[in-house]
């Protein structure tokens, strides 16, 4: 059974950082692009970012390129998505995602507030 | 970007019934190799979302055949037959074919 399980959400100030984790299991993690999609407060989703299998490279939108970096450890089964520069626009759940063309499998996600 | 347009916003449908959802995006949606990266979701009441279609018309693994999708170029539509209680919540379609990879805005079903 593949499972996706998001950490490190929680309440941040404006302008810090914040570094959530997703931890992959049941299917082969290194053969798979993945991908983070969040969620703002009772609105639709966002993509927020993908990276190869490999990791070799990534992509984002401008709404977050140059303050948010995706990555991977293959060896350890984890994505990761370090969020600098937070702003109140960045508040939502944040899920983890498998896949980047289409996101056949989804993170139960978790949730940053950015606030003072 | 592209831009994922969704109708209706909403609607209500009876057990056992037919609808369907139309999603249109701003640029054609064929990839350079051929594929049409359209994807359709269902996120239900205080869930994640889950995958229903990739690639216009491909059901995932598990998903009923009540469900199908269809369409080309910029026009798609997913469509619901037999409703069940199970069926209720946002639905939303995605494009995977060019970056930035975008979402249309949801459309809610609720069971009359």
């Known amino acids: 059974e593949v499972q996706l399980v998001e950490t490190g959400g929680g309440l941040v100030q404006p302008g810090r950082s914040l570094k959530l984790s997703c931890v992959a299991s049941g299917f082969t993690f290194n053969n798979y692009w993945m991908s983070w999609t969040r969620q703002a407060p009772g609105k639709g989703l966002e993509w927020v970012a993908s990276i190869t299998n490999s990791g070799g490279s990534t992509y984002y939108p401008d709404s977050v390129k140059g303050r948010f970096t995706i990555s991977r450890d293959n060896a350890q089964n984890t994505l990761y998505l370090q969020m600098n520069s937070l702003r109140s626009e960045d508040t939502a759940t944040y899920y983890c995602?498998?896949?980047?063309?289409?996101?056949?499998?989804w993170g139960q996600g978790t949730l940053v507030t950015v606030s003072s | 970007d592209v831009v994922m347009t969704q109708t209706p916003v909403s609607l209500s449908v009876s057990l056992g019934g037919q609808v369907s959802i139309s999603c249109r995006s701003s640029?054609?949606?064929?990839?350079?190799?051929?594929?049409?990266?359209l994807s359709w979701y269902l996120q239900k009441p205080g869930q994640s979302p889950q995958l229903l279609i990739y690639k216009v018309s491909n059901r995932f693994s598990g998903i009923s055949d009540r469900f199908s999708g269809s369409g080309s170029g910029t026009d798609f539509t997913l469509k619901i037959s037999r409703v069940e209680p199970d069926d209720l919540g946002v639905y939303y379609c995605?494009?995977?074919?060019?970056?930035?990879?975008?979402f249309g805005s949801g459309t809610k079903l609720e069971i009359k």
């Open positions: 995605g494009q995977g074919t060019q970056y930035p990879l975008t």
């Open positions: 995602t498998r896949g980047a063309t289409s996101f056949a499998y």
């Open positions: 640029q054609s949606l064929v990839h350079n190799n051929g594929n049409t990266y």
